[in-house]
């Protein structure tokens, strides 16, 4: 079982499906699925095309997280590495220094002969001055438009694995490190009790490190949607009783039997894929303290693929 956040996991968690059909371990079949998404320039959020800071710059978070062993890596505000995904998994291998920043995280990148480019694309930089004009124009939020891929698997031996990649907040602040790379808030794995990763803003989601949370659920017997949903339901109404705002958050886990969960406060999609049925895309919508579900309809599949390849200027 493999399951990633949005539609943009779609090819990806087809690659990692596939690759557990043929007996990969969870941890690679997540590694390839995010890299897909952030090998893919049209997906804006992710990777190569992700969205700029501030300064017209794409600084990238990312994190992997080993289920069996609790191993960890991650990065964060990283330019110029074609694959934030995979350095994290090879940083999940130290024993000291598994999450590296910024410069640190670069150099590291070039002594380990990661692949390194430019991770601005024209449409990028079209975008963000796109957006620049309309935040000096009309009191548009700069931070609107993110999105993290997140992706948790199970492989045919009980091992669980998760990991994140985004460009974090459109215009962030250079420097700013969301909720993505951080373990127990962007995601968290545990193969004796689960898997979950989430995606929204990541200044809420770190303050209740919901991707521990749910798994910690998980862990008491709870199933995933109700572990998921207690997650998020908590930590909305402590919020909320302290006077606070709450942003979108978004939470996709998966028990160590393979049943999948999700909570989420927007709109959101996600996708599954299982040993017997191919990767699909599901829509959701919170309902009350749940959510509804429902299968992807082709016209919002199709709908999807012409709004990616938009030019910018309609788009941002
Ligand atoms: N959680 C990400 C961040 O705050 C963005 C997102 O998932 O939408 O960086």
């Given at each position: 079982m493999i399951a990633g956040t949005w539609r943009m996991a779609l090819e990806g968690v087809s690659k990692g499906a596939h690759m557990l059909a043929t007996g990969a371990s969870a941890g690679d079949a997540v590694t390839e699925a995010v890299r897909a998404v952030e090998d893919?320039?049209?997906?804006?959020?992710?990777?190569?095309?992700g969205l700029p800071n501030g300064a017209c710059q794409v600084e990238l978070d990312g994190a992997f997280m080993d289920g069996d062993t609790l191993d960890f890596g991650a990065v964060a505000?990283?330019?110029?590495?074609?694959?934030p995904v995979s350095l994290a998994r090879r940083l999940?291998?130290?024993?000291?220094?598994?999450f590296l920043v910024g410069a640190g995280a670069e150099d590291f990148a070039r002594v380990e002969l990661f692949e390194m480019c430019n991770m601005l694309t024209e449409r990028a930089k079209r975008a963000f001055e796109i957006r620049s004009r309309k935040v000096r124009e009309s009191?548009?939020?700069?931070?609107?438009g993110h999105d993290t891929v997140g992706v948790v698997a199970l492989d045919s031996s009980g091992s669980m694995a998760c990991a994140t990649s985004t460009s974090g907040l459109?215009?962030?602040?250079?420097g700013r490190v969301g909720d993505s790379p951080l373990c127990g808030s962007g995601l968290y794995a545990d193969s004796r009790f689960g898997a979950a990763v989430a995606t929204g803003l990541g200044e809420e989601i770190m303050k209740g490190v919901l991707s521990y949370e749910t798994v910690r659920s998980m862990g008491e017997g709870l199933d995933p949607d109700s572990a998921s949903r207690r997650s998020l339901k908590s930590f909305i109404d402590r919020r909320i009783q302290a006077g606070r705002r709450v942003g979108a958050i978004s939470i996709l886990c998966c028990s160590r039997d393979g049943r999948v969960g999700v909570a989420t406060n927007v709109e959101f999609s996600f996708v599954i894929a299982r040993r017997d049925s191919p990767a699909k895309v599901y829509l959701v919508s919170p309902d009350g303290d749940g959510v509804k579900i429902q299968e992807a309809p082709v016209e919002w599949l199709e709908a999807y693929e012409r709004r990616i390849k938009l030019p910018p200027e309609e788009v941002f």
């Amino acid at each position: 079982m493999i399951a990633g956040t949005w539609r943009m996991a779609l090819e990806g968690v087809s690659k990692g499906a596939h690759m557990l059909a043929t007996g990969a371990s969870a941890g690679d079949a997540v590694t390839e699925a995010v890299r897909a998404v952030e090998d893919y320039p049209l997906y804006k959020s992710v990777g190569l095309g992700g969205l700029p800071n501030g300064a017209c710059q794409v600084e990238l978070d990312g994190a992997f997280m080993d289920g069996d062993t609790l191993d960890f890596g991650a990065v964060a505000a990283v330019k110029d590495v074609k694959n934030p995904v995979s350095l994290a998994r090879r940083l999940s291998t130290e024993r000291f220094n598994c999450f590296l920043v910024g410069a640190g995280a670069e150099d590291f990148a070039r002594v380990e002969l990661f692949e390194m480019c430019n991770m601005l694309t024209e449409r990028a930089k079209r975008a963000f001055e796109i957006r620049s004009r309309k935040v000096r124009e009309s009191n548009l939020s700069p931070y609107d438009g993110h999105d993290t891929v997140g992706v948790v698997a199970l492989d045919s031996s009980g091992s669980m694995a998760c990991a994140t990649s985004t460009s974090g907040l459109f215009m962030k602040r250079p420097g700013r490190v969301g909720d993505s790379p951080l373990c127990g808030s962007g995601l968290y794995a545990d193969s004796r009790f689960g898997a979950a990763v989430a995606t929204g803003l990541g200044e809420e989601i770190m303050k209740g490190v919901l991707s521990y949370e749910t798994v910690r659920s998980m862990g008491e017997g709870l199933d995933p949607d109700s572990a998921s949903r207690r997650s998020l339901k908590s930590f909305i109404d402590r919020r909320i009783q302290a006077g606070r705002r709450v942003g979108a958050i978004s939470i996709l886990c998966c028990s160590r039997d393979g049943r999948v969960g999700v909570a989420t406060n927007v709109e959101f999609s996600f996708v599954i894929a299982r040993r017997d049925s191919p990767a699909k895309v599901y829509l959701v919508s919170p309902d009350g303290d749940g959510v509804k579900i429902q299968e992807a309809p082709v016209e919002w599949l199709e709908a999807y693929e012409r709004r990616i390849k938009l030019p910018p200027e309609e788009v941002f």
